[in-house]
């Protein structure tokens, strides 16, 4: 069931393209915003992810961390991130357990390629409640880039 507005986010440990466990509770006090996508190297998730590079100073500025999570190796996202200069954590869901946890999930993707995170976005605010939930079922779709800055207003 995917995690709806107003709902406590479900806390999580993944690895992250430095190979470091970073937790959703190191972020304590702070807004989150979490992009889930489906793999790294391909062109919707690229575009999806830099877009948020390109407007990192606008989260910054709110105080709001970025994390963006897919279910490839951490060594993938690693070279995926120096690639892109990506500025935010890209974390490892290798195990498919955040994705589940946060109904971003496809249990069959394209190219019969099973366990697969859905291209999603959700704002926590400081206590980690959910101000903006967008699972899209389509991954070949955007999220809503500005929906997601009036949540973090």
Do not use: W
């Not at 998730?45 to 709001?64: I, N, V």
């Amino acid at each position: 069931m995917t995690l709806l507005k107003g709902q406590q986010a479900p806390n999580f440990t993944l690895f992250s393209s430095e190979l470091k466990e970073i937790s959703l509770k190191d972020y304590a006090g702070k807004k989150v915003v979490i992009h889930f996508f489906p793999m790294a190297f391909t062109g919707v998730c690229t575009t999806q992810l830099c877009t948020m590079r390109d407007t990192f100073g606008y989260y910054d500025g709110l105080g709001a961390e970025v994390l963006a999570i897919s279910v490839d190796s951490p060594f993938t996202l690693a070279k995926f991130k120096d690639e892109n200069n990506y500025q935010f954590l890209l974390l490892s869901d290798f195990n498919k357990e955040t994705s589940k946890a946060f109904g971003a999930f496809y249990d069959e993707f394209v190219f019969n390629l099973k366990g697969v995170a859905k291209r999603a976005a959700f704002v926590l605010d400081e206590n980690h409640q959910v101000v903006y939930a967008e699972v899209l079922e389509s991954a070949g779709d955007l999220p809503d880039f500005n929906a997601i800055r009036e949540a973090l207003n």
